[in-house]
């Protein structure tokens, strides 16, 4: 190990691992948080089971992913040469020697295996969760994964039947204070109320359930103008309840982001398909393509902004970085979005601005690595530095005006 891996390759190793993977983590938190209120309101809505929102954050879990593992390989080695460099230990490995480009080998390594598994979540993983999540998305509308009974609401099921609760006991297993609505094809009404009822499954039809009453009352309303209601009582009852058919949901590829690779690929060639369906098809397949291509340019990008000026443990560079990955980003979307409608070439509006990236990290990289005393964000760090101290000097005077107003008066 020690020999292909020296002393120094396992330390830089350390230093960037560990800050990767807390901001992997913080990340992918964030973005699941963000969506997670979104999903238990629309659960809730819908009134499926509470189990359904850990199945769509699972699915969203690859395309979270895309966004956080580059974040997460930048910022991670980033933060570990920025601490080289405030500790001055960059200084003392220049000094004997050792170039960028050799103190970027482990940085480049873990990013080639974060590329691959990068090009194995757009390649396959994250349409076939898509195609998931939309599953269970239409299967929530659907009432295929059930529906919740609300305690104190009425609830309609099978459009024959209003049901309501007064309490709900054993997870839902137990309903009391029962009172159901129940119409027929004749016309014919039942008003039934109950002391409390259980859902019971049917072995011989599954699209069936039975609601078993246990010591009520029915009012049965006659149809027309002359029929008079009757009134029974019970001790059981057991009342049938038609559960929704549910259709087959459509096979996966209803979206451009539900299709792996090669069909995007053969999609985008196929002569016989509509122009629109190409050109989304080969938008999808080339934002997929710049994103994972970026991954290679952000060990550059986090060396140029990581080592602040001399004498300074300036922060801008953290700040930066994210600015600048995040607006890539929304640029590629942006740039997806008008070539799947065929406003612009997919090559135009996303492998240009990949081109003009490059060529802004390899220039912020080149004045970092090979200018003596060069700065990537000099300009940067020298309006912030001035920005701050006037900031400063400004809330002095506002908090030394404000003591001499509040002082007594002699």
Request: aromatic content about 8%; glycine content about 8%.
């Amino acid at each position: 190990m020690s020999k292909f891996f020296p002393a120094i390759d396992r330390y830089i190793a350390r230093l960037v691992i560990m800050p990767m993977l807390g901001v992997f983590a913080l990340a992918t938190s964030l973005l699941v948080l963000d969506k997670l209120q979104r999903l238990l309101n629309f659960v809730a809505v819908q009134g499926g089971p509470a189990s359904v929102v850990v199945k769509m954050l699972a699915a969203l879990m690859p395309e979270y992913a895309s966004l956080a593992i580059p974040l997460g390989l930048m910022l991670g080695t980033l933060l570990a040469f920025r601490k080289l460099a405030i500790s001055s230990e960059l200084d003392v490995m220049r000094g004997v020697g050792w170039s960028y480009g050799r103190l970027l080998r482990v940085p480049y390594i873990i990013t080639a295996v974060l590329m691959a598994a990068n090009l194995a979540i757009v390649f396959y993983v994250q349409p076939v969760a898509r195609y998931y999540y939309e599953q269970l998305d239409y299967q929530l509308k659907s009432g295929a994964l059930g529906a919740s009974i609300k305690v104190g609401e009425f609830t309609t099921l099978a459009d024959k039947m209003a049901l309501r609760i007064e309490d709900s006991q054993d997870n839902g297993r137990r309903l009391q204070g029962i009172f159901a609505r129940v119409t027929d094809g004749g016309g014919q009404v039942l008003s039934i109320s109950a002391r409390e009822g259980t859902f019971l499954a049917t072995s011989d039809n599954p699209n069936t359930i039975i609601l078993r009453l246990l010591d009520g009352t029915i009012v049965q309303d006659r149809a027309g103008p002359a029929g008079t209601p009757r009134v029974l009582t019970f001790v059981r009852h057991d009342l049938p309840i038609d559960l929704p058919r549910v259709e087959a949901f459509r096979e996966r590829g209803g979206k451009e982001r539900e299709y792996i690779l090669p069909e995007l690929l053969r999609m985008g060639w196929g002569a016989e398909n509509p122009e629109i369906m190409r050109d989304a098809s080969v938008a999808s397949f080339n934002y997929r393509m710049v994103e994972v291509a970026m991954m290679a340019l952000l060990p550059l990008l986090a060396v140029a902004l990581a080592i602040p000026p001399k004498r300074s443990t300036s922060a801008l560079g953290v700040f930066v970085s994210i600015v600048m990955v995040v607006s890539y980003h929304k640029v590629n979307q942006y740039g997806s979005d008008i070539a799947a409608l065929g406003r612009v070439d997919p090559f135009v509006a996303l492998w240009v601005p990949f081109i003009l990236f490059a060529a802004l990290i390899l220039w912020m990289y080149w004045r970092v690595a090979h200018v003596p005393g060069g700065q990537a964000i000099g300009a940067l760090e020298t309006f912030a530095a001035k920005s701050g101290k006037l900031i400063g000097r400004l809330l002095r005077r506002r908090r030394h005006s404000r003591a001499m107003q509040l002082a007594p008066a002699e």
